[in-house]
């Protein structure tokens, strides 16, 4: 642990040269074909980046271990990506603690756990979140184990209120976790639990919003799941989930609402005063704005008709900050000295930047979980407000040159020592799946990078892009030789889910000290390498347990 917040300077690289550090969301690199969307777009900025000088451009690791999670088959995520970027250390992160808590047992053990058990005599236990095996938001395994542990301690009635993927799965792979969950819930009905599957829809449609984006969705996930009211109603969720993706151009992640019924049309599983609700998704951002109406008295962003008195705790604390939910069944990873925090405690003037729906990354996440300024006096964050109300293929450029124009006057106005953006477009559009909006979505990214090198250049600054995770490099679903895997119409298997491809490094600018060059001495460098990087081009070493830099200054 340090002891100081004073940072060594670097023996080599100057101080005081203005720092650009560019985060492209969703842009890995993978090969070249027609379902690369970075490839086929027009990027001739990033392109000369990678193609100008081998020793300024280099690929890490976005994925799995690198970043704190389970397994190297565990998709990288924004999250985890900004706070191994920020933290320039690996901690564990949201599926692995959840992971060690199960494994353990200690999730039986916690505050979290105890406060909602009160509620298992004489109320039920509503869990509520993502069905699907992603490991992005949750994991239908945790939920399995969840929903043992929970039955050998006591819950005797329990309600499973789902939300259908297809965003980091394949779409129509619901039918498949429904009939997994059914069959888990009809053996614990054997064994004299009341447990069943009360409603459900679609995660961009139903709950799943973030960032404030529109609480209709929020409050349409409210009327199912609290109130027991929905347009549609069926006897099973599997005949919901197949009725429903029967209709024209449904898919999993937009699935209307609905609620499972008893013979008299009665919901089975509204929330009612002395229920315990639990929130299983480990990844905080879709999950804050259900957490506020569950927990929030004065909670006024729609009517939530009927407030039931309820013990509520999510999988993990979503927000550290609002210290929301108050009462959680996993503590997060405690994420100190970031390395946000070190620079500004040695005088460099921060500003960061994106547009809503990645405004987080850059602050929250970066800073290790934690909302508002280390230094109000040398920070400044601007959140440019993301589009409502429509998906983000519409407009894929999104806000990417609004951002990008920012960051410029930011860099020009010579009150900054560091400027920090995320360009999310290949990200959120990414998702979509729709390829043609991708494409388009990765030429604004470029050109938004292009008016931040041109100010780095005007400044004599310094730049370093990278990205948090991959996706617009890869849209089809493949078999294992690689080949596109066809649907049973003949058509491909479009791919909306972030990828296990590595992410780009760049670094250059008038102010890069003429000997630097990227090291290749680590054995897997990966996103956490980031932070004791930017901390040299700022002229200081990195404190000793950071992940090693991925520079080195040649002595000729």
Known sequence: MASSWTLPDHPKLPKGKPVAVVVLDGWGEANPDQYNCIHVAQTPVMDSLKNGAPEKWRLVKAHGTAVGLPSDDDMGNSEVGHNALGAGRIF???????????????????????????????????????????????RLDQLQLLLKGVSERGAKKIRVHILTDGRDVLDGSSVGFVETLENDLLEL????????????????????????NDWDVVKRGWDAQVLGEAPYKFKSAL??????????????????????????????GPVLDGDAVVTINFRADRMVMLAKALEYADFNNFDRVRVPKIRYAGMLQYDGELKLPSRYLVSPPEIDRTSGEYLVKNGIRTFACSETVKFGHVTFFWNGNRSGYFDETKEEYVEVPSDSGITFNVAPKMKALQIAEKARDALLSGKFDQVRVNLPNGDMVGHTGDIEATVVACKAADEAVKIILNAVEQVGGIYLVTADHGNAEDMVKRNKSGKPLLDKNGGIQILTSHTLQPVPVAIGGPGLHPGVKFRNDIQIPGLANVAATVMNLHGFEAPADYEQTLIEVADN
């Open 92 to 138: 564990a992160q949201g599926a692995k603690l959840v992971d060690q808590a199960l494994a353990s047992g200690k999730i039986y053990d916690g505050d979290g756990f105890n406060y909602i058990k009160e509620s298992f005599e004489n109320g039920t236990l509503h869990l509520i979140g993502l069905l699907s095996d992603g490991g992005v938001h949750s």
């Open 189 to 212: 009905r054997g064994k004299g639990i009341d447990a069943q599957i009360a409603s459900g829809g679609g995660r961009m449609y139903v709950t799943m919003d973030r960032y404030e």
């Open 239 to 268: 005949e919901a989930v197949k009725t429903l993706r029967a209709q024209p151009n449904a898919n999993d992640q937009y699935l209307p609402p609905f609620v499972i019924v008893d013979d008299s049309g009665k919901a089975v």
